[in-house]
């Protein structure tokens, strides 16, 4: 079985995210920086998403492997 979040998924995650650390009382500086930070590095396309993207489907392939092989080795008994 394969999982993969399309790049448009990642940016879905990465805002609803970015939004949630925006409601703590940050200062006013660090709040625009955030800000900045999702208008122009996510966007649907830009280099960070895509690297965003290929590290989350990256990490979800490795522990569903793992998940897999331990799956195999653990004795049916258990």
């Given amino acids: ?3 993969e979040f399309a790049q ?3 940016q879905a995650l990465a805002l609803f995210v ?8 940050l ?7 955030l800000r900045r930070f999702g208008a122009e590095e996510l966007r649907p396309g830009s280099a960070t998403m895509v690297a965003l993207a290929q590290r989350i489907n990256a ?9 897999h092989a331990r799956a195999i080795m653990k004795p049916d008994w258990l």
């Fill in 18 to 25: 970015l939004e949630q650390v925006l409601t703590l009382p």
């Fill in 59 to 67: 990490d979800l392939q490795r522990t569903h492997d793992a998940a």
């Fill in 8 to 10: 448009e998924e990642v």
């Fill in 27 to 33: 200062g006013r500086r660090d709040a625009a920086a």
């Fill in 1 to 3: 079985m394969k999982v």
